[in-house]
T-cell receptor, first 115, second 113 residues
């Protein structure tokens, strides 16, 4: 079945540092790929998504590019802020002939940004 | 409403007891989902409703778990004869249709002692 593997945390950075959180996936077909973020005390929120190969999703300074050749969707941000401290989840849907409504998540990566 | 609302936010129950977890989706959203997030893991799909019917319940772990959505809005996840392994955060999400962005609630943390 489909699976998502993401970089284990926790990740601790200083403000304005560069962020990369690695994510790779296993799925046949053409899944859609997502990054969700969970801020302390809040529900999961969609951060960005990409629906086909070579698409780049972007939001709030974060970017991720759908790389089918490496089955990856790494999350990057050029300069993190304290307010980016959260848990980040990589996810996919629609792989292996599965349904588009069903999300398969990675385990999550806790990011802490210090001032 | 403003977002997906889940009640209670925390629930502690004794092993063997019955529990109900409630989800109020965003008004007008026809699709509703339940996920379970165990400690240190990502959310895992349980069930998907389109309107009143369960379109996909393939993620329910066994027959102790059941969910309803009788009027196509509020949903209740029901767990019978709870076990310690059922302890997790139960997440509800809704979307305007089955393949559009899902909006998540804050979850119900269930602890079975």
């Amino acid at each position: 079945g489909d699976s998502v593997t993401q970089m284990e945390g926790p990740v601790t950075l200083s403000e304005e540092a560069f962020l990369t959180i690695n994510c790779t996936y296993t799925a046949t077909g053409y899944p859609s790929l997502f990054w969700y973020v969970q801020y302390p005390g809040e529900g999961l929120q969609l951060l960005l998504k990409a629906t086909k190969a070579d698409d780049k999703g972007s939001n709030k300074g974060f970017e991720a590019t759908y790389r089918k050749e490496t089955t990856s969707f790494h999350l990057e941000k050029g300069s993190v802020q304290v307010s980016d401290s959260a848990v980040y989840f990589c996810a996919l849907s629609g792989g292996s002939g599965g349904s588009n409504y069903k999300l398969t998540f990675g385990k999550g990566t806790l990011l802490t940004v210090n001032p | 409403g403003a977002g997906v609302s889940q009640t209670p936010s925390n629930k502690v129950t004794e092993k063997g007891k019955y529990v109900e977890l409630r989800c109020d989706p965003i008004s007008g959203h026809t699709a509703l989902y339940w996920y379970r997030q165990s400690l240190g893991q990502g959310p895992e799909f349980l069930i998907y409703f389109q309107g009143t019917g369960a379109a996909d319940d393939s993620g329910l772990p066994n027959d102790r778990f059941f969910a309803v959505r009788p009027e196509g809005s509020v949903s209740t996840l029901k767990i019978q004869r709870t076990e310690r392994g059922d302890s997790a955060v139960y997440l509800c999400a809704s979307s305007s249709r089955g393949n559009t962005e899902a909006f998540f609630g804050q979850g119900t943390r269930l602890t079975v002692v």
